[in-house]
């Protein structure tokens, strides 16, 4: 007979996972709410359960849906809409989609004030940023002095190690990836100008670009600008983020006693 505390160990968190809007180009074209697979495989391999968010969901479907899962999830994808960090209009945005950037305010706002676990990675680091209000370089090539590349998607894998971040000690970076110096891959236009008040940087690129963001006193809510679900084959210490989220997420979970069972 199973005892209480092995099915409690058991249970894995189920981590809510924003969504892009894409337009399939198959005739008639089709539209589809996704995520790359790279992020799901990532939450399985850290032992949660990926749960997807659609999009288009009202502010009551979406505090049930944020009330009911144990961690968040914020992938990468386009750009945010400049007006909600007072930004400029740049020739290089793409791929704005208003109703993500509010579904993922939403998120964002919520999991810290409830101190939920969250990991937001590339433009869910710097939605992070925006959602606490911070802003943003339009486009890092023209407007940020002294910045090396960190626009490799056209041109590179996703797996491409570009540049090197320096990871603050006894941050929750460092914990999770057992290292204060790190190659990554950088596959982003934009970046955190402006740092939120309640975020303090903890990983940085070697032009100064902040890579890593964290919320003080919270459990988990980490933002990481290099995209670590890509990378986690070749360097399997980059699991560890995805592991914090699960670790923190799976405590939430038990502390809640919660009675779900995987
Ligand atoms: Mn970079």
């Not at 009330?67 to 007006?83: Q, T, Y």
Request: contains cysteine; glycine residues 10%; negative net charge.
């Amino acid at each position: 007979m199973t005892s209480p505390l092995t099915l409690r160990q058991q249970k894995r968190p189920l981590i809510g996972c924003t969504t892009y809007h894409k337009i399939v180009a198959q005739s008639p074209p089709i539209e589809v709410y996704g995520l790359m697979p790279a992020y799901v495989a990532a939450i399985r391999e850290a032992g949660g359960i990926p749960l997807l968010i659609p999009l288009g969901a009202g502010e009551d479907e979406l505090q049930a849906i944020f009330e009911s899962v144990d961690g968040v999830l914020l992938p990468g994808g386009g750009d945010i809409a400049p007006i909600a960090y007072q930004g400029q209009s740049h020739r290089s945005l793409r791929d704005i989609n208003p109703d993500r950037d509010r579904v993922e305010m939403f998120m964002v706002r919520q999991a810290v004030r409830a101190q939920k676990p969250i990991l937001a990675i590339c433009r869910g680091h710097q939605m992070m940023n925006v959602a606490l209000g911070g802003s943003l370089w339009e486009d890092i090539a023209g407007l940020m002095p002294g910045a090396i590349q960190h626009d490799n998607y056209l041109t590179s894998p996703r797996t491409f190690l570009a540049h090197s971040v320096q990871i603050t000690p006894d941050s929750k970076i460092s914990h999770w990836v057992k290292t204060t110096e790190l190659p990554v891959n950088s596959l982003h236009h934009q970046g955190v100008r402006d740092l939120a008040p309640e975020l303090t940087a903890t990983a940085v690129a070697p032009d100064g670009l902040i890579e890593g963001v964290e919320v003080s006193g919270h459990p988990f809510a980490v933002g990481v600008q290099w995209h670590p679900e890509n990378l986690i084959y070749d360097n399997p210490t980059m699991l560890g983020l995805f592991k914090g989220l699960v670790t923190a997420a799976n405590g939430r979970n038990e502390t809640n006693g919660s009675n779900r069972a995987f």
